[in-house]
């Protein structure tokens, strides 16, 4: 009986096409020969020697940085000034050269492949055998990046954004953790327990602030722990409340990214855009708990509450808010909840709105011309009034700037408190909404104006600045016929 065959079934491939295939290579101790002395070479050979391969450099008018290179090597790197001759080639493990002529290239790049070497010819991709990628160095972590020569700068900029995102201390984590597998194999011979390990230690790794000499006991610790069948020593996790800055994404500093990538849970305020939470790691749980003045929100009691009552269940507790924390955030009640509760917790500043404002504006607000002071104040009390307890006489100051942070519905009240105080009427006012976002909107006006009840926009976060600063705003042409209005103070 004739068997009979399975019809033939082609397998998808798991790969898309690679432009070329990303490898590391191990260069210590090994001959690469370097052809050519233009400050090109001088980048390349510098790579080559960190990553401890010997060089010989052939050139008849070497780049001067090539013969401090050379001085400074100990005799890794070995300058020999002429042309380059066949026999450089042998035992060379790659050559790599800096020549313009094509014809030159091609004779070069062809006596290294008889010899089976590998060739690149700087900037003639048709001549390389290979090609450099950009370099993120954490070593021994060593991100490569290639774009095919298609667009180098767009490989710059994927470089620097990992940068931001990949603390300089993973490199000193990684060397610490290198160190330790044998006797992590001593201490957790479950591969599971293993595993566990692994995942504490990335958490730990992308996190700054661990002195290396210190790593060895926390890993010891972390192993002792999961040997004691617990996840984390504890069983706490933390809290970290994190400044989000006004709402641009690109205002958000690198040390809240990284929070924000290790974060478990992320408990956030509705001045919170979309696109800061974008950047923050996948997996997490995102908590809005939507505090609004004046209108519906979470008590900050409850708030305080859910961070604890997380951390306490063992997660790590991103609290992001709007801004600067530490500027009219109420972040002192969260910081008290958790110490009474004995939950470790951090704070990483942002940009504040006013700050923002100041850039958007493009003024100074402590204008040595008109400013000596800069003040801070909230537009709101507890009760959603102007504070009773403003020093008015001090806010009514002429050489200062004052800020008004959730002032929308008490400002034409402060406003004519001002002037009874002394502040002129004429002096100029920008209200803005939406700082920093697309959908920024500024009003140019004076302190009569907001004192006769100026139309404020409505359900959006708005900052008013006040004070003589203001008329180098003039500059910016922000708000057309108003701009001359704010550069003389026309009293009222």
């Known amino acids: ?52 391969a010997r060089l010989d450099v052939v050139a008849p008018e070497p780049h001067p940085d090539l013969a401090e290179l050379a001085a400074a090597s100990g005799g890794a790197v070995v300058l020999h000034r002429r042309a380059w001759r066949p026999r450089d080639l042998d035992g060379a493990a790659i050559v790599i050269a800096d020549e313009e002529d094509e014809a030159e290239a091609a004779r070069l790049r062809q006596a290294a492949q008889a010899r089976g070497l590998l060739v690149n010819v700087i900037d003639k991709p048709a001549f390389c055998d290979f090609q450099f990628g950009t370099i993120v160095n954490r070593s021994p972590v060593v991100i490569g990046i290639m774009t095919d020569g298609a667009a180098p700068i767009l490989g ?39 595993r566990l390990f ?36 504890s069983g706490i996790g933390e809290v970290v409340i994190v ?21 478990d849970v ?35 009691e409850d708030i305080s509450s859910l961070v604890v009552d997380l951390a306490l269940a063992g997660e790590r507790v991103v609290r992001l808010k709007g801004g600067d924390p530490a500027v009219f955030g109420r972040t002192g009640e969260e910081v008290l909840a958790c110490r009474e509760a004995g939950v470790p917790v951090r704070i990483v500043p942002g940009v504040t709105t006013a700050s923002a404002a100041a850039a958007s504006l493009n003024v100074s607000l402590t204008h040595r011309d008109h400013a000596q002071r800069l003040q801070f104040v909230t537009g709101h009390d507890r009760h959603g009034e102007l504070p009773a307890d403003l020093d008015i006489a001090a806010l009514a100051n002429p050489r200062s700037t004052l800020v008004i942070y959730m002032g929308r519905r ?51 976060p708005v900052i008013i600045v006040i004070g003589a600063a203001l008329a180098a705003a003039a500059e910016t042409r922000l708000s057309g016929a108003l701009c001359g209005e704010l550069a003389q103070a026309v009293p009222c």
Do not use: N
């Open 266 to 300: 992320i408990v956030y305020d509705r001045l919170v855009t979309p696109g800061v939470l974008e950047l923050a790691r996948r997996e997490a749980r995102r908590i809005h708990v939507g505090k609004e003045g004046h209108g519906a929100a979470c008590r900050q």
């Open 243 to 263: 400044g989000a800055g006004p709402g641009d994404p690109e205002l958000l500093t690198l040390k809240a990214m990284r929070e924000l990538q290790a974060a």
């Open 410 to 460: 008490t400002a034409a009240l402060l406003a004519r408190k001002l002037i009874g105080a002394g502040l002129p009427g004429g002096t100029p006012v920008v209200a803005l909404a939406d700082v920093s976002r697309p959908e920024e909107t500024r009003i140019a006006a004076r302190l009569c104006d907001l004192a006769q009840g100026l139309v404020l926009p409505e359900r959006r």
């Open 156 to 194: 710059q900029a994927i470089r620097r954004r990992i940068e931001a995102v990949v603390p300089a201390s993973l490199a000193s984590w990684t060397r610490t953790a290198k160190g330790f597998r044998e006797r992590l194999r001593a201490l957790l011979p479950g591969r599971s327990d293993r």
């Open 198 to 233: 692994w995942e504490g230690f990335v958490d730990r790794a992308l996190r700054t602030g661990t002195p290396e000499t210190e790593q060895p006991a926390e890993l010891e610790r972390l192993a002792g722990s999961i040997a004691a069948g617990r996840r984390r020593e």
């Open 1 to 52: 009986m004739t068997p009979t065959l399975a019809p033939s079934v082609t397998r998808a491939p798991r790969l898309a096409p690679l432009a070329k295939l990303p490898i590391f290579l191990d260069l210590a101790g090994r001959r690469m020969l370097l052809v050519g002395g233009g400050e090109p070479v001088v980048w390349k050979a510098e790579l080559l020697a960190a990553a401890g």
